[in-house]
């Protein structure tokens, strides 16, 4: 047995040729296991501090390593023994996409996949300052949404408006070249659609509960925000580039 590995970047071919090309693309932790069990991802910041100003050691304890931690353990319970123990996490989520037989497979891999993403998407920025993106990401976010400023209002107008639990994402849609948003309903996850996700945010309720409570507006203000947001542009930027090679 190989203990599954996480490490930047790592790269994965998808299943599916999209547009007469095949997308290959570049995540923050690997997809990739020889029959070992999966495992949370190991975070780039200190958990006891959090992701501040976002949000503070306890909610991220709470977040990862039980919530995240739950997803991890239901999904290597309910594939052991089963042609999905080999696989990828990739390509048990496009496996299960919409499968009815598979629903709890689908949900905990995806959920798994969604919150590895998550962390990598987020930098603590205690001293709150300026928080935007650059380079390549930030030519296409002003190409396809008129601005950076546009983009961050629609992004938090999606993820606030989303209705009950899920995510709200950046993605790039390989068979146009073009960046748009997507909510997704609670474990709903891009890859399953043939996008490519460029950056997400989590708003599950547990995301966000222990430090703002109900007030997901705050939460998703302290992420996003130009001055003192806690985006991780860099990473972003390491997706969007990754998904526009040929």
């Known amino acids: 047995n190989s203990t599954q590995t996480y490490h930047t970047p790592i790269m994965l071919k998808q299943l599916a040729r999209l547009n007469q090309r095949t997308a290959t693309h570049r995540f923050a932790f690997s997809t990739v296991q020889l029959r070992s069990k999966h495992s949370l991802p190991p ?8 992701v501040q100003p976002a949000f503070d050691g306890r909610q991220l304890d709470f977040h990862y390593n039980k919530h995240h931690q739950t997803y991890v353990n239901n999904l290597n ?7 999905f123990e080999a696989m990828p996490l990739d390509q048990i989520i496009m496996k299960t996409q919409g499968d009815g037989s598979h629903v709890g497979v689908y949900n905990n891999a995806a959920q798994h996949f969604n919150h590895s993403f998550f962390w990598k998407c987020l930098r603590p920025n205690p001293q709150q300052n300026t928080n935007e993106p650059k380079g390549e990401l930030a030519k296409a976010i002003e190409k396809d949404f008129g601005s950076v400023a546009e983009f961050k209002k629609q992004f938090s107008d ?28 609670n474990a709903q996850c891009p890859i399953g659609l ?25 939460y998703v203000q302290a992420i996003l925000s130009n001055a003192g947001g806690c985006v991780n542009w860099d990473f972003c930027e390491e997706n969007y580039r990754e998904a526009m090679r040929k």
Request: hydrophobic share 40%.
């Open 158 to 185: 999606n993820a606030v408006k989303l209705f009950g639990s899920g995510w709200t994402w950046l993605v790039l849609d390989p068979t146009t070249n073009k960046l748009s948003i997507i909510n997704g309903s």
């Open 77 to 83: 319970k309910m594939i052991a023994g089963t042609s």
């Open 43 to 50: 975070l780039e910041y200190p958990l006891e501090e959090g």
């Open 194 to 218: 043939k996008l490519i996700p460029i950056l997400t945010v989590d708003v599950w309720e547990h995301a966000y509960y222990l430090t703002h409570q109900n007030r997901r507006v705050d």
